[in-house]
């Protein structure tokens, strides 16, 4: 059982930039692949970036150069660093972890996600 807890949303202006959080307990694994996924109203959840145990990372194309993923395995964090944020990326942003891959590029299917964050709101106003 793996338990995880988003923090760090908020609303910011266009522009402006938020630092999201995550932390597991439980019965974490260190290398599973975690990341970051979204939902906006009315939308699928969709993929926005993942990381292995090493740091090697993997985002979607609308996020790449803006937003950095990072985790500190000692401390069983999880971070997502958003900069020159858009009105777009509004959405409740959720942790997520896999235990069935370290890929990230794996992980970045919602069908290889095991344990879900409640999540955290971003408002991005124009």
């Known amino acids: 059982q793996v338990q995880l807890a988003e923090s760090g949303g908020g609303l910011v202006q266009a522009g402006g930039s938020l630092r999201l959080s995550c932390t597991a307990s439980g019965r974490t694994v260190i290398n599973n692949a975690m990341g970051w996924f979204r939902q906006a109203p009315g939308m699928e959840r969709e993929f926005v970036a993942t990381v292995n145990w090493n740091g090697n990372a993997y985002y979607a194309d609308s996020v790449k150069g803006r937003f950095t993923i990072s985790r500190d395995n000692a401390k069983k964090m999880l971070y997502l660093q958003m900069d020159s944020l858009k009105p777009e990326d509004t959405a409740v942003y959720y942790c997520?972890?896999?235990?069935?891959?370290?890929?990230?590029?794996?992980?970045?299917?919602?069908?290889?996600?095991?344990?879900w964050g409640q999540g955290t709101q971003v408002t991005v106003s124009s």
């Open positions: 997520a972890s896999s235990s069935r891959t370290g890929s990230p590029l794996m992980a970045s299917r919602t069908s290889n996600i095991d344990y």
